[in-house]
Each structure stands twice: as structure tokens, then as C-alpha cells.
């Protein structure tokens, strides 16, 4: 055991006694020294907690997956910059013909990884594979108003709406409206694709299932090429083992990172804390077709015996800031002035008591195998039986826990969304919209004709003040249905180790690493 691994388990020890005492302050992961030489190349090894589910783009369910494959392999016709605003990436240029047409002037200079050139038909046949029913893509819900993909020449394409579609192009800039080679999509055509094929400045070279997934630079990448040689992400599922080796320098970047690992982080010497603000937000939900949570006032008790700010508190380390909705605070449409139900015992036991309840039930909570949800878990646990509640905590691998909410094996479960566009649209289509149930999102299998009506409208208007209005209106809704509590706005946190450079997460959760830079 070399000296650096002993002074981190000191370290960890040490930690475990004042877990939850991390700093609240942004640490920045640029090195204070300039003097410090710098060159390209290197393999950047991330050691994560999970796998991606797959590496097709249209059939991932989370950002988890995504972010491996997004802005790394795949790209889409726009993007976003660093201040999350459009910009031109596969497309030079676009605009709106009339309310049902967009058209997109494409790049002449881009190429697929295996030779293929880009062009308007490669992104007729991307998206022509995402709408097949036959392929039955979970993520083809998100596009269902595209009528057609047209080809006008061989670098201008349209988008033929069958109706208006404002977040179009936020839509676009997420990992859904990524490009796929058109080689891949004869190749595998409705299965899912295990050999990622794009234009991005990575590109595949392996996947072990489990263990590791393996990419190496474009060397013929159109755009800004990537510095580092190679990028392994590493499946490592136990965090002070991740931890451990930024330590002795087997991996660079450690993510996700628990709160309660945050001060051990800070009291290292090879790595420090990355942290920003998402999109996205966590959340207890309710599957609301299984008794007895089919019954609002079940909902609504639970929801009045929830103490938040001690679960904020307590288990968060008031790391994240205290939710109103599934609405981060910098998503459009974000609903300032809803509230949360408020803390109120007796009013959760009358609640049950007029459900059928009096003296309680017994129900099971999932949850996936992280920290945090554990403890938060536990808190519930605590919290619920105040009330009569008997909660049996089911902890699952993610994946699993995944397939479980999506397929609507659950009654309670403890999740999180991470808006990929930055559009409310993102959260309420795929969220609480009735089209959505199931792995598309909406694992409340929850279903209200006003709800789906005002969502509906949204998407169609053109006016962003009314596009606001109306989202205020369906999140009341969901509210006062009690489809799920808020708990907090998602941060996005890291171990980074102090000699990388560049690293940054988006505010959706993307692993934003073409800028690394390993010193």
C-alpha cells in the first residue's frame, strides 16, 4: 500500500465522522499554478458509478447513458453553448419557412466515422429510424409531431411539423436528435446499435458490458479536435473505491459524487470538488394506478407528512436547493410562485383516515443504490410511520431499478429528471403527458385530459409569455394531484483530479469532456 492510498483511507476515516460537513464553496478544477506545462494526448480515465443501459441514442432512457455517447460520438444538427443558448453545429444555419416548416442548411464538411459523408439523406434516415413504429423507439415520443424529414438538396433538409412545435430546436440540441450513420442504421436497422457510428470527435472503439466502455480521438474530426488521445469510463460501482483511484492516479474524474463524500474530496491532495446548478430535479413519486396510491388523499397525506427541510438538511447537506416542482429553477417555463405541499401531520391522518386508512398501510419504496437515495430512504421511513406508514425499503442496482419504474413495478420510488433541453416542454411531455407512460418518462402512469390539453398547447405556441402561462397552469395540476413530492434542484457533482483541466458538466448532466486536458 503506497503512502498516497494510506493517507487517503486516514482521510476517509476521518470523513465518516463529519459526514455532511462539506463546504458549500464552488471549487474550481483550474490550476492556480500558469506556470504549469501543458501538451495534448493522454487517455482520460471516469470512473462512474454505473453502465450505460445501451449506446443508441434511441433507445436510452437516461442521461446516465447519454452522457457517454452525446457531443462525444453523436451530434446533432444544433447544440448548445456554455451559456446552454442554440448554436450551429451539423446545421450552418436554419430558419422557420411558415409554423409547420423548418429548414436546416447543413456542414459540407463532415464526415461519419467510417467514411460515410453527411449529408441531408444520412439525416432523413436518422430520424426516419427513430419514427418507425417497427423500431419501436421509447424516444421516438418526442418527435411524434415530425410528419416528415425532406430532402431538398443534398446539404439543405426540412422538417415537415403536422403541427406547431416551438421547442424544436431544443429538442434537436439533446442526445435524442443526435446522427447516426447511415451504414449503422442498414446494419442494425430496429435492433438497437452496439456499435455507435457518428460524427463527434470521438470515436468507438469498445464496450465490455460491466466494465468499461473504450473511445479514441477522431483524428479526422471536422470541428475543434479533442485533446486527449483516448477516454476510457470505467464501471466502478463502490464510490470510495472511485475515490481511491484519483488518489493513486488510476482515473481522473470520479463521478457521480455523494454529498457525504464531498469532504473527503476537499481534504485530498490529488483532487478537488467540481460542482454546478442543473436542469434537473429529485423527487419521491407515486405509481398512482397501484392502491392505495390510485387515491389522491393517500398522495396527498404522505405528501403533508414529508418534513423537507430536514431531508435537505440532514441527507443533503443543504447541497442542492429546496424544490417547488420538477422544474429546475433555470429551465424555461420554471413556475417560481408554486408551492409545495406544507409539513402538517394532522392533515396527512385525516387525509388517510377519509382514505380508508386510519391506522395506516404498508407499502414498498425503491430506490437506487446510492447514498444519498439510501438515506433519504431511511428518513422517508421514519418520517412515514409518524403517520401510520409501515415503508419496506427495496435498494436496487440502477439499472434494474430503471427497468423496474419504467415497466411500473413500483408504488413508491425515489428518482430524478434531468431535463436534456432546457425547455419545460422536456419535462412535462415526457414527465406527466398520457402519451408518455412508461419509459418515456412518465413512471406516475399518471393521466389528466386538462394536463395533457395545456401541454399540448404549449408545444404549439408560438408566444413565450403564453408558453410560460400555460406550464404554470399544467404544473398547478400536477400539484394538486399529488403525483410526486419535490425534494431539491439537482447539482451537478464531480471528484476531479487536480491535474485535469477543462471538464464540466452541462447543466442537463452531460460529461462535457472534448476540452480536457490532462497536465
Same mark, same amino acid.
Given at each position: 500500500?503506497?503512502?498516497?492510498?494510506?493517507?487517503?483511507?486516514?482521510?476517509?476515516?476521518i470523513?465518516?465522522?463529519?459526514?455532511?460537513?462539506?463546504?458549500?464553496?464552488?471549487?474550481?478544477? *483550474?490550476?492556480?499554478?500558469?506556470?504549469?506545462?501543458?501538451?495534448?494526448g493522454?487517455?482520460?480515465?471516469?470512473?462512474r458509478?454505473?453502465?450505460?443501459?445501451?449506446?443508441?441514442?434511441?433507445?436510452?432512457?437516461?442521461?446516465?447513458?447519454?452522457?457517454?455517447?452525446?457531443?462525444?460520438?453523436?451530434?446533432?444538427?444544433?447544440?448548445?453553448?456554455?451559456?446552454?443558448?442554440?448554436?450551429?453545429?451539423?446545421?450552418?444555419?436554419?430558419?422557420?419557412?411558415?409554423?409547420?416548416?423548418?429548414?436546416?442548411?447543413?456542414r459540407?464538411?463532415?464526415?461519419?466515422?467510417?467514411?460515410?459523408?453527411?449529408?441531408?439523406?444520412?439525416?432523413?434516415?436518422?430520424?426516419?429510424?427513430?419514427?418507425?413504429?417497427?423500431?419501436?423507439?421509447?424516444?421516438?415520443?418526442?418527435?411524434?409531431?415530425?410528419?416528415?424529414?425532406?430532402?431538398?438538396?443534398?446539404?439543405?433538409?426540412?422538417?415537415?411539423?403536422?403541427?406547431?412545435?416551438?421547442?424544436?430546436?431544443?429538442?434537436?440540441?439533446?442526445?435524442?436528435?443526435?446522427?447516426?450513420?447511415?451504414?449503422?442504421?442498414?446494419?442494425?436497422?430496429?435492433?438497437?446499435?452496439?456499435?455507435?457510428?457518428?460524427?463527434?470527435?470521438?470515436?468507438?472503439e469498445?464496450?465490455?458490458?460491466?466494465?468499461?466502455?473504450v473511445?479514441?480521438?477522431?483524428?479526422?474530426?471536422?470541428?475543434?479536435?479533442?485533446?486527449?488521445?483516448?477516454?476510457?469510463?470505467?464501471?466502478?460501482?463502490?464510490?470510495?473505491?472511485?475515490?481511491?483511484m484519483?488518489?493513486?492516479?488510476?482515473?481522473h474524474?470520479?463521478?457521480?459524487?455523494?454529498?457525504?463524500?464531498?469532504s473527503?474530496?476537499?481534504?485530498?491532495?490529488?483532487? *478537488?470538488?467540481?460542482?454546478?446548478?442543473?436542469?434537473?430535479?429529485?423527487?419521491?413519486?407515486?405509481?398512482?394506478?397501484?392502491?392505495?396510491?390510485?387515491?389522491?388523499?393517500?398522495?396527498?397525506?404522505?405528501?403533508?407528512?414529508?418534513?423537507?427541510?430536514?431531508?435537505?438538511?440532514?441527507?443533503?447537506?443543504?447541497?442542492?436547493?429546496?424544490?417547488?416542482?420538477?422544474?429546475?429553477?433555470?429551465?424555461?417555463?420554471y413556475?417560481?410562485?408554486?408551492?409545495?405541499? *406544507?409539513?402538517?401531520?394532522?392533515?396527512a391522518k385525516?387525509?388517510?383516515?377519509?382514505?380508508?386508512?386510519?391506522?395506516?398501510?404498508?407499502?414498498?419504496?425503491?430506490?437506487?443504490?446510492?447514498?444519498?437515495?439510501?438515506?433519504?430512504a431511511?428518513?422517508?421511513?421514519?418520517?412515514?410511520?409518524?403517520?401510520?406508514?409501515?415503508?419496506?425499503?427495496?435498494?436496487?442496482?440502477?439499472?434494474?431499478?430503471?427497468?423496474?419504474?419504467?415497466?411500473?413495478?413500483?408504488?413508491?420510488?425515489?428518482?430524478?429528471?434531468?431535463n436534456?433541453?432546457?425547455?419545460?416542454?422536456?419535462?412535462q411531455?415526457?414527465?406527466?403527458?398520457?402519451?408518455?407512460?412508461?419509459?418515456?418518462?412518465?413512471?406516475?402512469?399518471?393521466?389528466?385530459?386538462?394536463?395533457?390539453?395545456?401541454?399540448?398547447?404549449?408545444?404549439?405556441?408560438?408566444?413565450?409569455?403564453?408558453?410560460?402561462?400555460?406550464?404554470?397552469?399544467?404544473?398547478?395540476?400536477?400539484?394538486?394531484?399529488?403525483?410526486?413530492?419535490?425534494?431539491?434542484?439537482?447539482?451537478?457533482?464531480?471528484?476531479?483530479?487536480?491535474?485535469?483541466?477543462?471538464?464540466?458538466?452541462?447543466?442537463?448532466?452531460?460529461?462535457?469532456?472534448?476540452?480536457?486536458?490532462?497536465k
Open positions: 500500500m503506497n503512502w498516497r492510498l494510506s493517507r487517503f483511507l486516514l482521510v476517509m476515516l470523513a465518516i465522522v463529519i459526514t455532511g460537513c462539506s463546504t458549500k464553496k464552488d471549487v474550481s478544477t *483550474e490550476d492556480n499554478n500558469s506556470d504549469t506545462a501543458t501538451k495534448d493522454g487517455t482520460l480515465v471516469i470512473a458509478l454505473s453502465d450505460a443501459e445501451n449506446l443508441d441514442h434511441h433507445f436510452m432512457s437516461t442521461i446516465n447513458a447519454a452522457s457517454v455517447t452525446h457531443s462525444k460520438i453523436y451530434e446533432g444538427l444544433v447544440g448548445r453553448d456554455k451559456n446552454a443558448d442554440i448554436k450551429p453545429l451539423l446545421a450552418e444555419e436554419w430558419k422557420q419557412l411558415d409554423d409547420l416548416t423548418w429548414e436546416f442548411k447543413l459540407k464538411d463532415v464526415k461519419f466515422h467510417d467514411g460515410t459523408a453527411f449529408n441531408a439523406e444520412a439525416v432523413k434516415a436518422t430520424f426516419n429510424r427513430l419514427l418507425d413504429p417497427n423500431v419501436g423507439s421509447p424516444r421516438a415520443v418526442v418527435f411524434k409531431m415530425v410528419k416528415e424529414v425532406k430532402t431538398v438538396d443534398e446539404f439543405t433538409v426540412q422538417f415537415i411539423l403536422s403541427e406547431p412545435f416551438s421547442p424544436l430546436l431544443s429538442i434537436l440540441a439533446s442526445h435524442e436528435g443526435g446522427i447516426i450513420s447511415p451504414k449503422a442504421i442498414e446494419k442494425f436497422g430496429k435492433n438497437i446499435i452496439n456499435e455507435p457510428n457518428g460524427t463527434g470527435p470521438f470515436v468507438y469498445s464496450w465490455t458490458s460491466g466494465q468499461e466502455i473511445f479514441t480521438k477522431n483524428k479526422e474530426y471536422w470541428g475543434t479536435k479533442a485533446k486527449v488521445d483516448k477516454v476510457v469510463f470505467k464501471v466502478v460501482p463502490e464510490e470510495t473505491t472511485r475515490m481511491s484519483i488518489e493513486t492516479g488510476e482515473a474524474i470520479a463521478e457521480p459524487l455523494s454529498v457525504p463524500m464531498m473527503t474530496v476537499e481534504a485530498s491532495s490529488a483532487s *478537488e470538488v467540481y460542482r454546478s446548478e442543473g436542469f434537473g430535479t429529485e423527487y419521491i413519486g407515486f405509481n398512482v394506478q397501484k392502491e392505495p396510491f390510485n387515491d389522491i388523499r393517500v398522495r396527498k397525506a404522505i405528501s403533508h407528512a414529508v418534513e423537507m427541510d430536514s431531508i435537505i438538511k440532514g441527507v443533503y447537506n443543504n447541497v442542492g436547493k429546496k424544490a417547488n416542482s420538477l422544474l429546475g429553477s433555470k429551465v424555461f417555463g413556475h417560481a410562485d408554486m408551492e409545495a405541499y *406544507e409539513y402538517n401531520l394532522n392533515e385525516k387525509l388517510l383516515a377519509e382514505a380508508g386508512y386510519p391506522d395506516g398501510f404498508e407499502t414498498t419504496l425503491k430506490t437506487m443504490d446510492s447514498k444519498e437515495r439510501i438515506n433519504m431511511e428518513v422517508l421511513q421514519s418520517q412515514l410511520k409518524g403517520i401510520g406508514i409501515k415503508v419496506n425499503i427495496e435498494v436496487l442496482e440502477y439499472g434494474t431499478f430503471v427497468q423496474a419504474v419504467n415497466k411500473g413495478d413500483s408504488e413508491m420510488f425515489i428518482l430524478s429528471w434531468r436534456a433541453t432546457g425547455d419545460a416542454d422536456y419535462n411531455y415526457n414527465l406527466f403527458h398520457t402519451n408518455s407512460q412508461g419509459a418515456a418518462g412518465n413512471t406516475f402512469f399518471y393521466s389528466n385530459q386538462e394536463v395533457d390539453r395545456l401541454i399540448d398547447a404549449a408545444r404549439k405556441e408560438k408566444d413565450q409569455n403564453k408558453r410560460i402561462e400555460l406550464y404554470a397552469k399544467s404544473q398547478e395540476l400536477e400539484m394538486e394531484d399529488a403525483v410526486y413530492i419535490p425534494v431539491r434542484v439537482i447539482e451537478n457533482l464531480a471528484a476531479v483530479a487536480k491535474n485535469v483541466d477543462g471538464f464540466d458538466i452541462s447543466p442537463s448532466g452531460y460529461l462535457e469532456i472534448n476540452d480536457v486536458l490532462i
